[in-house]
């Protein structure tokens, strides 16, 4: 049986966990659920108590889909407020010049030692290259022969309070949060591959109240920003134009719309309901042209912000968050950006919509962090893991989703 990671990211909408099974460096999804959200804004926790009820609700509906119980997590936090700056840092190769997963921890150790980190909190240190005596620019050292190792990392920090905040209340839920990283490196990971890590790119995500836009250079989140404008807006500019209550426009939204007006349909009608007495119908055109503006708004903004936060040849730009998911909205990707865009495509069964990126991803991250310092991590016990066995074949073991199927770290 494979390493199995449950990954959460707790959104202003939706909470949403991914618990996923690695077998033979392929990861499937045993379970996951996105269940109604209150208390937080932004990935931040803004009211404890109704947070925490959240929270619980989508846990006992992955426990549920398991059969096991679910105590520890890998958390999504918001980059919002991220100061990220290089570090360096140089050990002594302990074992027989042969180097190890322990002295790669030592390094990344060395690295931040000597940081302050009284004002901020650390939330990832993600190496950019080890350098083996004479050797530079490598990615993994381990096995490699030398006697002093070298590395440059990129440290990630954000304000101590709102993320301690956020930490509290995973656990005072009932789960212990045993890494974080940001809801922008989950997203990556879910796209990772060979050619993106050798490029400067971009990651757009479109959540309900704000839209997050990161840039990456060769697999590292150099820079961030957070607009202040999202999926929430759209269903606001349907509720002002066609006095529909938000939560019909959030249906309109996404069951009715097209992202491109030119490709809806004027004889496709919703019949909105405006009182007891009072009924409007609604053409998907005139619906569409709503929706459009705003979303046309939101990738210019972002592709302007793109440009503020590098000089650099962008190669990729990659767009997820559940907004995303709209009729045709990657032909409005491919207007505004020609073919340098695309929308992000989760191919793995059981998550098959953008919402999932970030805490899809960030298991990935976690496993991938573990893998590079020679760790292994378990998140649920032996008799549990024994539990999810129905037979030991390589049919089984290639798809846990026959025993359940969830639709839709130190630093």
Do not use: W
Request: glycine residues 6%; negative net charge.
């Amino acid at each position: 049986m494979g390493d199995i990671y449950t990954g959460i990211d707790l959104g202003t909408n939706a909470i949403k966990i991914v618990v996923s099974e690695k077998i033979n460096d392929k990861y499937h999804v045993l379970a996951a659920v996105s269940s109604p959200s209150n208390g937080i804004k932004n990935g931040f926790v803004e009211d404890t108590k109704a947070a925490i009820s959240s929270i619980r609700n989508a846990l006992k509906q992955i426990d549920e889909m398991l059969g096991i119980k679910v105590t520890k997590v890998v958390a999504c936090i918001p980059p919002s407020n991220c100061h990220m700056d290089i570090v360096l840092g140089s050990v002594n190769v302990q074992d027989y010049n042969e180097i190890t997963g322990i002295d790669v921890s030592n390094v990344l150790l060395d690295a931040i030692k000597g940081q302050d980190f009284s004002k901020e909190e650390l939330v990832t240190a993600m190496p950019i290259s080890f350098t083996v005596d004479e050797h530079e620019n490598v990615l993994d050292p381990k096995g490699m022969k030398g006697s002093v190792l070298e590395t440059r990392v990129v440290i990630s920090t954000v304000p101590k309070e709102p993320l301690y905040r956020i930490l509290e209340t995973l656990k005072l839920s009932g789960v212990e949060t045993v890494d974080i990283a940001f809801t922008s490196v989950g997203d990556y990971y879910t796209i990772k591959n060979r050619k993106y890590d050798e490029l400067v790119g971009a990651i757009i995500n479109i959540g309900e109240e704000s839209t997050n836009v990161s840039v990456f250079n060769k697999g590292i989140q150099i820079k961030n920003s957070v607009l202040p404008v999202g999926s929430n807006h759209v269903d606001k500019d349907i509720t002002y134009v066609f006095k529909a209550k938000m939560s019909e426009s959030r249906m309109i939204k996404e069951t009715f719309a097209s992202a491109v007006s030119s490709y809806a349909d004027a004889n496709d009608i919703y019949t909105l309901e405006l009182s007891k007495d009072e009924k409007k119908d609604l053409n998907q055109v005139g619906v569409s042209k709503v929706v459009e503006a705003r979303v046309r708004e939101i990738l210019k903004l972002a592709k302007n912000e793109i440009k503020n936060l590098t000089n650099r040849e962008i190669r990729y730009i990659i767009i997820t968050g559940g907004l995303t998911e709209l009729s045709n909205f990657s032909q409005l990707v491919e207007q505004e950006f020609g073919f340098v865009a695309k929308v992000c495509n989760i191919s793995t069964m059981g998550i098959r919509h953008n919402q999932f990126s970030s805490c899809y991803g960030i298991t990935k991250y976690f496993d991938d962090k573990l893998s590079l310092r020679g760790k292994q991590y378990k998140m649920i016990s032996k008799d549990d893991r024994d539990s999810l066995v129905f037979m030991d074949t390589d049919i089984s073991k290639e798809a846990m989703l026959n025993k359940v199927f969830g639709h839709f770290f130190e630093h």
